[in-house]
């Protein structure tokens, strides 16, 4: 199984690569599109471990360095004021941000490990219709609280499984091809395929895990008003211990376009899971309609309302209300995202692999400019799960942050938050208050 870890992360890169014009590859030795950063980061916690009784404060130092390539076009507007809108995109390019840090714990209650946070984006794309395109995200770190990295996932949200009682070394790797190829104005094809990697340092309380995903899908308009979306998916899941599974997913939707501004759709979502002795085979059903619309250029938002049917074999159907609701508004000095969502999840590829569950959550994610240097944010989210084995938890979390940039090479940081998980079993309830220093240089 290593062995096609490894062969995931180099031939895919390079057939991308190779596949770009020389044309394009000449220009990424344009230097002026290279960011190189460095500075110091000092977190304070009252509760390293995120445990339950005997907490434990500590200071964590982290000295880090990175380097950012871009051909994203730059924004014309004054450090530290919020984008008012998306950069547009080139026909090809490369977005790449990566740090490298070195992590000391003040208190010695754990011992120093050099982690890594790295992103890619780059795609090309041939005669306006054939789009290539590779993604990867790496983490490497002992965080217990891993935030969310897919595509649409609330701002500020986390990954449910949560390593409380103590920090453990960890190392996820996410790696995205897709093409896709545009037969009209709407009208797509496309592939997607995703390889999600965890490895914990921690064989004995974690396991390791590996997703493998292939994704067909189509969009086909028939009109200006009218348009349909079909799309398959297909999981190999492997675990260490925990059952394998493959899975299938299927989903449909048809949207109604009354003018530019406002759509209406009804969407149908199934779910099926084979897993391997001892674990539970399982399907879902999940209808919904929606609406979505935009007040204003600057704010929009949706809701979609449904119902899910989860079906374990052999055991008790359960059933519940879904609900996928977001607002976000854009404006020269305030951004801001809230979202409401619930139904049903799966969580697995993480620390704990909880499996099928309930959940019903809030998040609230808003940045305003105070001043031409100076930003100020609120982040925060709470959320109810109920797991297939009796498990409840509420979590919660809430902070703010600011940011100061008296130099255009020169960043200042802050932040607080505190979190707090309630579980019916008591081992895995926490408490923690978090204040974060960082002094970012970039040239």
């Given at each position: 199984?290593?062995?096609n870890?490894i ?13 770009i014009?020389?044309?394009?590859q ?5 230097w002026s ?7 110091v ?19 964590i130092?982290?000295?880090f ?5 871009s ?8 450090p530290?004021?919020?984008e ?7 026909p ?5 941000n990566y740090?490298a840090?070195y ?24 005669d306006?219709r ?6 990867d995200?790496?983490i490497?770190s002992?965080?217990?609280?891993e935030p969310q ?7 500020g ?10 920090r ?8 995205e ?11 797509l094809?496309s592939?997607?395929y ?7 340092k921690d ?12 994704s ?22 492997k ?6 599974y493959?899975?299938?997913?299927g989903r449909?939707?048809?949207t ?14 199934y ?9 539970t ?20 938002g949706d809701?979609q ?12 159907t ?13 404006t ?18 993480s620390?704990?692999?909880l ?18 240097r100076?930003?100020?944010g ?6 109810n ?5 009796e498990?409840k ?24 938050f ?15 208050n ?10």
């Amino acid at each position: 199984m290593k062995k096609n870890r490894i062969l995931n992360r180099i031939i895919f890169p390079l057939i991308f690569f190779f596949s770009i014009p020389l044309s394009a590859q000449a220009q990424l030795g344009d230097w002026s599109k290279f960011r190189f950063d460095f500075g110091v980061q000092e977190d304070y916690t009252d509760n390293v471990d995120l445990r339950a009784t005997n907490t434990r404060e500590d200071w964590i130092t982290k000295v880090f360095a990175g380097i950012g390539y871009s051909t994203l076009r730059p924004v014309d507007r004054t450090p530290g004021q919020l984008e008012l809108a998306p950069r547009e995109r080139d026909p090809w390019g490369i977005d790449l941000n990566y740090v490298a840090g070195y992590n000391y714990y003040a208190n010695k209650t754990y011992e120093e490990y050099w982690s890594h946070d790295g992103r890619l984006d780059t795609w090309y794309t041939f005669d306006r219709r054939l789009t290539l395109r590779l993604k990867d995200y790496l983490i490497n770190s002992t965080e217990q609280q891993e935030p969310q990295y897919a595509e649409g996932a609330p701002p500020g949200s986390y990954i449910p499984g949560t390593e409380a009682g103590k920090r453990v070394e960890y190392l996820r790797n996410v790696l995205e091809p897709s093409i896709e190829y545009r037969f009209g104005r709407e009208d797509l094809l496309s592939l997607y395929y995703r390889n999600n990697y965890y490895d914990s340092k921690d064989d004995v309380a974690y396991q390791d895990s590996q997703e493998n995903y292939l994704s067909p899908r189509i969009d086909y308009w028939f009109d200006v008003r009218n348009g349909i979306t079909f799309e398959y998916g297909y999981t190999d899941a492997k675990f260490d211990r925990s059952p394998d599974y493959k899975g299938h997913m299927g989903r449909g939707r048809y949207t109604y376009r009354f003018d530019s501004r406002t759509s209406a759709f009804a969407d149908y979502l199934y779910l099926y899971r084979d897993l391997e002795n001892p674990g539970t085979d399982y399907d879902v059903q999940n209808p919904s309609i929606g609406i979505a619309h935009a007040f204003t250029p600057a704010t929009s938002g949706d809701i979609q309302i449904g119902y899910f049917w989860y079906n374990p074999k052999g055991d008790e159907t359960q059933t519940g209300p879904s609900i996928n609701a977001n607002l976000n508004s854009r404006t020269q000095f305030t951004t801001y995202t809230l979202s409401l969502r619930g139904g049903f999840r799966e969580e697995y590829f993480s620390s704990t692999n909880l499996g099928p569950s309930k959940y019903y959550g809030g998040y609230l994610s808003a940045n305003h400019q105070l001043a031409q240097r100076f930003t100020i944010g609120a982040r925060g989210f709470v959320e109810n799960n109920k797991y297939t084995d009796e498990r409840k938890d509420w979590v919660w979390q809430a902070g703010a942050n600011a940011s100061y940039q008296p130099l255009r090479w020169l960043q200042i940081w802050f932040e607080y938050f505190y979190r707090e998980r309630d579980s019916n079993r008591d081992i895995e309830d926490y408490e923690e208050n978090r204040f974060i220093l960082r002094v970012n240089f970039t040239i």
